[in-house]
C-alpha cells in the first residue's frame, strides 16, 4: 500500500472518528481467522477501528505494522489502544482528497 499525505490523514481521521471498533485484538493475539476478519472488514468498510485488549502482549505499534503489512493496508492512527486502518476496496467508497 502506498503512503498516505497528511491531508488524506487527516480526513481518514475525521472520517474514523465515529466508527465503532469492528475487530479486537485479544490474548490470542495475531491468528490466521484475525487477519480473515480484518480482510473482510476492510473489503466492506475500506475504513476501521482495531481495538487492542488488556490480553494482549505485543505494543501496540507493533500489532498495527503487522496487520497493515498482513492486509495490505495504511496505517491511519494509532490512538490508545485502539487503531485505524485503511486499504481502498475496488469499488472505492471513499474519495481521498
Same mark, same amino acid.
Given at each position: 500500500?502506498?503512503?498516505?499525505?497528511?491531508?488524506?490523514?487527516?480526513?481518514?481521521?475525521?472520517?474514523?472518528?465515529?466508527?465503532?471498533?469492528?475487530?479486537?485484538?485479544? &490474548?490470542? +493475539?495475531?491468528? @490466521?481467522? =484475525?487477519?480473515?476478519?480484518?480482510?473482510? /472488514?476492510?473489503?466492506?468498510?475500506?475504513?476501521?477501528? $482495531?481495538?487492542?485488549?488488556?490480553?494482549?502482549?505485543?505494543? &501496540?505499534? +507493533?500489532?498495527? @505494522?503487522? =496487520?497493515?503489512?498482513?492486509?495490505?493496508? /495504511?496505517?491511519?492512527?494509532?490512538?490508545?489502544?485502539? $487503531?485505524?486502518?485503511?486499504?481502498?476496496?475496488?469499488?472505492?467508497?471513499?474519495?481521498?482528497?
Amino acid at each position: 500500500m502506498e503512503s498516505l499525505k497528511g491531508k488524506q490523514v487527516r480526513y481518514l481521521r475525521s472520517l474514523g472518528h465515529h466508527l465503532n471498533p469492528v475487530v479486537m485484538v485479544g &490474548r490470542s +493475539e495475531i491468528s @490466521d481467522t =484475525l487477519l480473515t476478519s480484518i480482510d473482510q /472488514a476492510l473489503n466492506s468498510h475500506e475504513l476501521i477501528k $482495531i481495538k487492542i485488549q488488556e490480553g494482549c502482549d505485543l505494543p &501496540r505499534q +507493533e500489532v498495527a @505494522d503487522i =496487520l497493515a503489512n498482513r492486509c495490505g493496508a /495504511a496505517v491511519v492512527q494509532i490512538l490508545g489502544k485502539t $487503531i485505524l486502518l485503511y486499504r481502498r476496496s475496488e469499488d472505492a467508497k471513499i474519495n481521498l482528497p
